[in-house]
């Protein structure tokens, strides 16, 4: 789901303009991402929730009626079109 993001572009926004893909990425959550999103995810707060962040964390899925969810940040998803507009 993570590369998925990437195709469409998702998560890119904050990622350094100068440095290609993936040396250039800021994953969510990262000690490089400027505006981490904090939530609270079964009684834990996470800054390292969305699928856009570095590795796997099964807190990131999301689950609602025994289905799991893979998750985006909503900067992620509102930055789609912003970011296909600056370049």
Do not use: C
Request: no cysteine; aromatic share 10%.
């Amino acid at each position: 789901m993570h590369e998925i993001g990437h195709s469409l572009r998702i998560g890119e926004n904050d990622d350094a303009e100068i440095i290609p893909l993936p040396m250039g990425e800021t994953y969510s959550g990262g000690s490089q991402d400027n505006t981490p999103e904090r939530v609270t995810i079964r009684s834990s707060n996470e800054d390292v929730w969305s699928i856009m962040r570095s590795g796997y964390n099964g807190k990131s899925l999301i689950y609602e009626d025994n289905t799991g969810y893979f998750t985006y940040s909503i900067e992620e998803l509102l930055t789609i079109e912003k970011y296909g507009q600056n370049k």
